[in-house]
Structure formats: C-alpha cells, structure tokens
C-alpha cells in the first residue's frame, strides 16, 4: 500500500474494536470522536501537517492511558503529531460508519488499529479535509470499491 495516504490514517477506533485488539492506551483515548479524527477541533491546528516524526507500533501502543481525557483537546504530543509508521498492512474493512480501519502490523508483531474517515464526514473548514479525501481516494483505487477483507 502507497505510504502516502498512511499520514491522513488515524488511530480513532470503533467500539467494536475499543475491547478486543487495540491495546489499553491508544483503545482508550480518543475513542470515535468525529472531530478530533478529522480535524474539525479546536486543536486541530496544533497538528503540523507538513511534518511526521517517526515513530514505532511498539512506542505509541506502549504509552501509558492518561488519567483524565480532556473532552475537546488533544493530548500533546500524542494527538498533535503525524506519525510515520513501517508497518504492514494486514487487514481493512469497510465499518458501518464507513470509515476504513486498517489493522498495521510491525516486524516484530506489535499491531494496532488505524482509520481513514469517510470523506463526507469531514466538516467544512478542516485542515485534513483534502488529505483524508486523498487518502480515500488512493486506498480506494488499490483496494478496490467495496474496502474489506485481507489485505492486498
């Protein structure tokens, strides 16, 4: 899969996935929250876009839960920084909020949940709007129109 469209992927998660594969600190922060994940919060502008750190399965699924979640902003640097991952992509599925999860795996097996939001719920005025829509676009032109099952 093109790296490229890896940077517009969150680790927001469905209640699906919330109690079974994410591991404790990423499965209980941030949870489904529309705003955070495409970037309509108030926080959103903290996220610098232009630039990814590098970062591993096993550092961001090692941090520790925080002990209060703050409602409306991002826990910094966790929520403010673009990721850039070597993983592999193992499987995806179409969600019925039609997001797109993708489940990245290390060389090491460490593995956890990432998401592409559907475009369409992207509010007006975000700064992830046309990176996500790209993202979509470029995942869905390689995994074909119905986005589920193993990976490619």
Not at 39 to 57: C, E, H, K, W
Not at 117 to 128: E, H, I, L, T
């Amino acid at each position: 899969m093109p790296h490229i469209w890896s940077h517009y992927a969150t680790t927001q998660c469905s209640d699906h996935y919330r109690n079974s594969v994410l591991p404790s600190a990423i499965r209980t922060m941030r949870s489904s929250t529309v705003a955070s994940k495409t970037g309509t919060d108030g926080d959103a502008g903290s996220v610098n876009l232009n630039l990814s750190a590098p970062g591993t399965i096993a550092n961001l699924t090692a941090l520790a839960t925080p002990s209060s979640i703050p409602p409306t902003s991002r826990i910094q640097p966790t929520e403010t920084t673009v990721w850039s991952l070597n993983a592999t992509l193992t499987e995806f599925k179409l969600e019925g909020d039609s997001d797109v999860h993708l489940v990245l795996v290390d060389e090491s097996g460490n593995s956890m949940i990432a998401e592409i939001p559907d475009p369409s719920c992207v509010g007006p005025g975000s700064s992830f709007a046309s990176g996500i829509s790209n993202a979509r676009s470029q995942f869905s032109r390689v995994a074909g129109p119905h986005c589920w099952g193993p990976a490619l």
